[in-house]
């Protein structure tokens, strides 16, 4: 297995140099560990001497529900505790008799569910935790499940939600116990940040009430406003527990006994299961841009500029977290940057 480690750093360089963001820190490897990795840019453009490092620690935004959400209910669905396929209302009291109750986890998992596009929690339902919880679970739908495809961060909120009822502790412990722990990811946590951990976090947007950009403070507002842990957002990590995690999905023999998903609830997610509606989905999983579903490269992001492929018939992962929004929120740079790196982590 190669990688072009000269064609990647130059093309993260450039990302540098244009702004796309301060500074990146990237691995390509397999289900053995690492196998090429570098650190380009600096952690903050205001401290230009402190350069990006292989432990800086990101706002995952986004790979929470991987890293979380998808994880949990994988455990969860291996452990017999979930029917994917069972409506919500069956067994989960709080939607029956609501809109919700005709959805199934797995339309939650393919954003089938044919849910509301946008969030706005605070708008809808105000500040209270509990208010906003019956909310989002007793909403009206936007249109029939199973009808299209649309993303929707309200599907990993919902999914969060389910995953703390089943399991009956918070979705931080529960991604703690069963996932974190496990496999070796200490640096792997919800936010808000202690002081100490939130120094070597890579800042993201500045936020006009503090006056500073945000450091170990979820970007989200939605993770914000649900004091830091929701299925949506919220976690931090670095690139080696993102790297023991796509490790992991290439190599469940390794798995200890009490981590809770395998092989089958990977292979699962890592299918088409949106059957002929488009765009292709898997299990909250979808085929990278640039590729098709038989090329079998999977990916997720995180829109603070985090990002992760996996194959697992080329068995490798490849591994992109930016700190883009210190910037802007404009999407397309970023795009082109990691649809050039990940065609350069799966040649």
Same mark, same amino acid.
């Given at each position: ?9 130059a093309l993260l360089d450039e990302g540098v140099r ?60 291996? =452990? ?76 990993? /909120? ?25 496999l070796g990811m200490d640096s792997t946590r919800f ?13 993201t947007e500045f936020d006009q009430d503090t006056d ?26 670095? !690139? ?9 999905? /290439? ?25 002929? !509606?488009?765009?292709?989905?898997? /299990? ?10 038989? =090329? ?52």
């Open positions: 297995m190669t990688y072009d480690v000269d064609r990647i750093e244009d702004k796309v963001y301060p500074g990146a820190v990237w691995a390509v490897g397999d289900a053995h560990g690492i196998r090429a990795q570098g650190t380009r840019g600096v952690l903050d453009p205001d401290e230009p001497d402190v350069p990006m490092r292989a432990d800086t620690v990101f706002d995952a935004a986004s790979l929470t529900k991987i890293l979380a959400v998808w994880s949990c209910i994988g455990a969860l669905w291996e =452990d017999g505790a979930l029917d994917l396929d069972q409506p919500l209302g069956g067994f989960w009291p709080e939607v029956t008799g609501h809109p919700l109750g005709a959805v199934t986890a797995r339309q939650l998992l393919t954003h089938t569910a044919g849910l509301p596009l946008r969030a706005q929690l605070k708008n809808l339902y105000g500040t209270n935790r509990e208010d906003i919880r019956r909310g989002v679970l007793h909403e009206q739908l936007n249109r029939s499940p199973g009808e299209a495809v649309e993303y929707t961060d309200r599907a990993a /909120l919902i999914l969060g939600f389910l995953a703390e009822h089943i399991a009956g502790c918070p979705l931080d412990q529960l991604a703690t116990d069963r996932i974190w722990r496990p936010g808000p940040l202690p002081n100490a951990i939130a120094a070597r976090c890579a800042p500073t950009h945000l450091k170990g403070v979820a970007h989200d507002f939605s993770a914000r406003l649900l004091g830091g842990v929701c299925g949506i957002a919220g976690s931090f990590t670095v !690139l080696d527990d993102v790297a023991l995690f796509l490790r992991h999905m /290439l190599d469940t023999a390794t798995m200890l006994e009490q981590l809770g998903f395998g092989p089958t609830w990977i292979a699962e997610s890592l299918t088409v299961q949106t059957g002929p !509606l488009e765009p292709a989905r898997g /299990l909250f999983w979808h085929p990278a841009p640039g590729t098709r579903p038989g =090329d079998d490269i999977w990916v997720h992001y995180g829109f603070t500029g985090t990002g992760m492929w996996i194959s697992p018939r080329q068995h490798r992962w490849a591994v992109l977290l930016t700190n883009k929004l210190f910037y802007t929120r404009d999407r397309q740079p970023l795009t082109e940057v990691r649809n050039t790196f990940r065609a350069f982590a799966f040649d």
